[in-house]
């Protein structure tokens, strides 16, 4: 699982018609005000990730490459609402979620967890890839590894928790590798693979 890479999938557009209330009771109980830096000038998200519904994404160069995306990315959380407003309308596709969870890199992990919460929502709704489920919890992205570097997190505990004990999650590599998360196991190995191998 360590040298695991994002794959990103088709690029066909998932309608959402049903369940979108459930959804919509998922993400709006995660949003929470924000307090914007009146220095700072706010991208407009909803124009940002819809010019991205056709992208391809070979490497993760493309993406900090882009000056929009690194600027949404250093400041995360004044768009976290926003992403978790885009993921509950159902209006996306693939790459544009792992695109979502690249830019939520610099997140918090209690505001990260509220997001993999959701993602985990709308995988259970069959709107989400399990591959996607996956990249949210360990993406390569910048090595930042939130869930695995809070593996003692009580909200990261309960997330790993319902992840484990859901019937649908069927990749059976991802399953084994669970309880290494949750241990600390895959934070300390992780570590010492940055540190022999050189971290980006």
């Known amino acids: 699982m360590k040298n695991r890479f994002i794959v990103f999938f088709s690029f066909t557009m998932i309608a959402v018609n049903q369940g979108c ?29 819809d010019k991205r519904k056709n992208d391809t994404l070979d490497f993760y160069e493309a993406l900090l490459a882009d000056k929009a995306f690194v ?12 992403v978790m407003t885009f993921l509950d309308k159902g209006n996306f596709n693939n790459m544009q979620v792992a695109i979502c969870i690249c830019a939520m890199q610099n997140l918090n992990v209690d505001d990260y967890v509220k997001l993999c919460n959701l993602i985990l929502s709308l995988y259970n709704d069959n709107k989400l890839p399990e591959g996607i489920l996956q990249d949210a919890i360990s993406p390569e992205f910048l ?14 505990i309960n997330l790993l928790k319902s992840i484990e004990n859901n019937k649908k999650v069927s990749n059976k590599d991802f399953r084994k590798w669970l309880p290494d998360i949750l241990s600390g196991k ?13 971290s980006d």
């Open 21 to 49: 209330s459930n959804n919509s009771q998922n993400s709006q109980k995660h949003l929470v005000p924000v307090k914007l830096d009146p220095h700072y000038h706010k991208i407009d998200f909803a124009s940002f990730i």
């Open 71 to 82: 600027n949404i990315m250093e400041h995360g959380e004044f768009y976290r609402n926003d």
């Open 143 to 156: 090595r930042k590894r939130i869930i695995i570097n809070n593996y003692n997190n009580p909200r990261v």
């Open 186 to 198: 895959s934070s300390k190995e992780l570590k010492e693979f940055d540190e022999n191998n050189g």
